[in-house]
């Protein structure tokens, strides 16, 4: 079994720390870990083991992340490809340009949509970006219902675009939406530190940034115990942090 492919769905609660870096300081052992708003998470692309309505323990792995299709196109599948090796060599351009004929075609691919979307981001082009994420969250998210409050009531996670969540809820976070910036952050945070269990911080260089950038949107909502949370998830994993420093309650 290929273990980053093991997924969990239940979330789990860390233990607590305190850090002499912070000011001021928290006590971080009191915290609990915010709850994931929604009734009901729907993750897609999992073989799994679990009923609908079972109750999953912590730990319990709910089924394994099933294999890519083979093809994502029966006409573009080379284009998306070759831009998935320009894009891995840093050619953006060149993996820009490959994708946009397929895109002409196939205007809601899901994977032509999600290599396009990232590679406009790492190139700086946010605004693009951005109204193309939109796009493939609509199509991936679709059966999501919202409740008249703006609460979730099903929630639903495509285990094949996390890093599609995680990036747009950076974008999020810079037009200041920092609710939606926190529930897209979770919806690619909580399944991956929290639902994997041989999750290793250590592997994942945005996973600073992502706990980080939590406790920031929830600093300008407000939200003392939330933000402090995640100040000290932050702090667990890089103790001499500085930047969190301006966005504690």
């Not at 090796?85 to 490959?98: P, V, W």
């Not at 890093?163 to 950076?170: C, H, L, M, R, V």
């Amino acid at each position: 079994m290929n273990r980053k492919h093991l997924i969990i769905i239940s979330l789990l609660l860390n233990t607590a720390l305190y850090s002499d870096e912070q000011e001021p300081s928290i006590v971080c052992a009191k915290l609990v870990r915010p709850e994931f708003p929604a009734k009901t998470v729907k993750l897609l692309h999992i073989d799994s083991n679990v009923k609908p309505g079972d109750t999953v323990q912590i730990g319990d792995p709910a089924g394994i992340l099933l294999p890519y299709p083979d093809k994502i196109s029966k006409k573009f599948d080379s284009n998306y490809r070759k831009s998935e090796i320009f894009y891995y060599e840093r050619k953006y351009n060149e993996a820009l340009n490959i994708l946009i004929p397929a895109l002409k075609e196939e205007k809601n691919n899901p994977f032509l949509l999600n290599a396009y979307a990232r590679t406009l981001y790492t190139l700086g082009r946010r605004k693009e970006s951005f109204d193309t994420y939109k796009l493939l969250i609509s199509i991936i998210d679709k059966d999501e219902t919202v409740l008249p409050d703006g609460s979730y009531e099903n929630v639903v996670i495509d285990t094949y675009f996390l890093e599609a969540y995680w990036k747009i809820s950076t974008i999020y976070l810079d037009y200041q939406d920092f609710k939606k910036s926190i529930y897209y952050n979770r919806k690619m945070l909580d399944v991956i530190t929290l639902g994997n269990t041989y999750y290793d911080p250590n592997t994942m260089d945005y996973n600073i940034g992502a706990v980080t950038f939590l406790a920031e949107a929830y600093y300008f909502l407000n939200m003392k115990n939330e933000n402090h949370f995640y100040a000290c998830e932050t702090f667990k994993l890089d103790r001499n942090n500085k930047y969190i420093l301006k966005f504690i309650l």
